[in-house]
């Protein structure tokens, strides 16, 4: 994204947004309620009308048909019907996308949801019908997926398991960006992306945010920010060792 600008009505919701994104790396995207998460993800998706910038998302603009079945989207309403069961709701999905019944199954698989693929969705889980939702936006093997509050309403278990699912993903060379307005949830991810009332705060990794801020925990670290102004200066690429290599390696991210 390059000095994205998105106005709605009358207000300036995103305000000259800039930042990059990698294979293989879990972004999150936190700020505060109304601080424009939903729109810029949109914008990464295509669905935004942009007033500014550019929106380039592998090489071609945002929402381009080419880009239909490589960006994957998971919207803060579970898309999801509750008088079908978890294999029919993904087929569903499946067949509007042209993916064959085998797609079905494999996302079911990456999901964990194969043991309750019969389930209808109004008996699931709020963390299995947010499940469903990711498995439906993993159809077609995106190269990047757009995760809009994944966790939310979750209890902490069910988050860390949603939060482990993302990083097995991350392994695979996926691109996850993951919202949330749970600053807690930074130090889960490779990179952050502080947004505060339409303006980015800065890119950088939380361990970089931690230090640079010498917070004690990534709330403080912050508001931390806020007062010092923020610093969008993007991180070193070099510096991002995703969560799930430092864990295979043995090392502490
Ligand atoms: N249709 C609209 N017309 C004008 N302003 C809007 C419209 N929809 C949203 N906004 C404003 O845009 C801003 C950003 O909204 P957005 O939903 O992107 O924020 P968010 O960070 O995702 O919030 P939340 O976490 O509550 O979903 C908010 O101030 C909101 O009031």
């Known amino acids: 994204m390059q000095r994205l600008v998105v106005r709605r009505g009358r207000s300036l919701v995103l305000d000259q947004v800039g930042f990059q994104l990698a294979p293989g ?13 939903s729109t810029l993800l949109r914008s990464i998706v295509g669905n935004q009308i ?3 910038g550019t929106a380039t998302v592998l090489g071609q603009p945002a929402g381009h048909k080419s880009l239909r079945h490589r960006v994957g989207y998971m919207t803060q309403a579970a898309s999801v019907y509750d008088d079908l069961s978890v294999k029919q709701n993904i087929a569903y999905f499946a067949k509007i996308l042209g993916q064959r019944a085998a797609e079905v199954e494999r996302v079911m698989e990456t999901t964990d949801l194969t043991d309750q693929s019969d389930r209808l969705a109004m008996d699931l889980s709020g963390g299995q019908r947010n499940r469903v939702s990711l498995a439906i936006a993993l159809l077609g093997s995106p190269d990047i997926v757009i995760l809009d509050e994944p966790t939310v309403g979750l209890d902490p278990v069910l988050r860390a398991d949603l939060w482990a699912m993302f990083s097995r ?3 695979t060379g996926l691109c996850l960006v993951v ?8 130090m889960r991810c490779d990179e952050v992306l502080l947004l505060r009332e339409g303006k980015l705060l800065g890119q950088m990794t939380p361990e970089a945010l931690m230090e640079s801020t010498g917070a004690q925990n990534p709330e403080d670290a912050f508001v931390a920010l806020i007062a010092a102004g923020g610093t969008a200066q993007p991180p070193s690429r070099k510096a991002s060792v995703p969560k799930h290599r430092a864990a295979a390696e043995g090392k502490q991210p």
């Open 179 to 186: 919202s949330s307005h749970v600053m807690d949830e930074a």
């Open 169 to 171: 993903l991350a392994a």
């Open 25 to 37: 790396l879990i972004i999150g995207l936190l700020g505060p309620s109304g601080s424009g998460k």
């Open 50 to 52: 942009i007033s500014g």
